[in-house]
């Protein structure tokens, strides 16, 4: 069975820092491009960023450009993502997902959130003073 579990996630403060980390179990990384997502109250779910199988092609929503990082470590099956000058805007539950596949670029994947084949249950990030 498939499990992704996100951690990292929590109160920090405006201009702060957090990484969070996303696990998989029940399936091999290298074979998955994996993105991370957010959804905010009363907001749609959106792609923040996503990474190939191979880290070859990453994709970064203009609104984090220059501040969030996303790595994978696939002997670890584990990916994070490097949140820095963190906004309040940024408040949101993140969550990671994955799709089976040989994704060479991740843009058009990490658009359509709703194409993606596993989910985790998402950590909550609180940006504020």
């Known amino acids: 069975q498939v499990q992704l579990v996100e951690s990292g996630g929590g109160l920090v403060q405006p201009g702060g820092s957090l990484r969070l980390s996303c696990a998989a179990s029940?399936?091999?990384?290298?074979?998955?491009?994996i993105g991370w997502f957010r959804q905010a109250p009363g907001k749609e779910r959106e792609g923040v960023s996503c990474i190939s199988n191979s880290e070859s092609s990453t994709y970064y929503a203009d609104s984090v450009k220059g501040r969030f990082t996303i790595s994978r470590d696939n002997a670890n099956n584990t990916v994070y993502l490097q949140m820095n000058s963190l906004k309040p805007e940024d408040t949101a539950v993140y969550y990671c997902?994955?799709?089976?596949?040989?994704?060479?670029?991740?843009?058009?994947?990490?658009?359509?959130?709703?194409?993606?084949?596993?989910w985790g249950k998402g950590t909550l990030v609180t940006v504020s003073s």
């Open positions: 029940g399936v091999t990384l290298d074979y998955y491009a």
């Open positions: 997902a994955a799709r089976r596949g040989w994704i060479t670029t991740v843009q058009t994947m990490c658009l359509m959130w709703y194409g993606m084949d596993y």
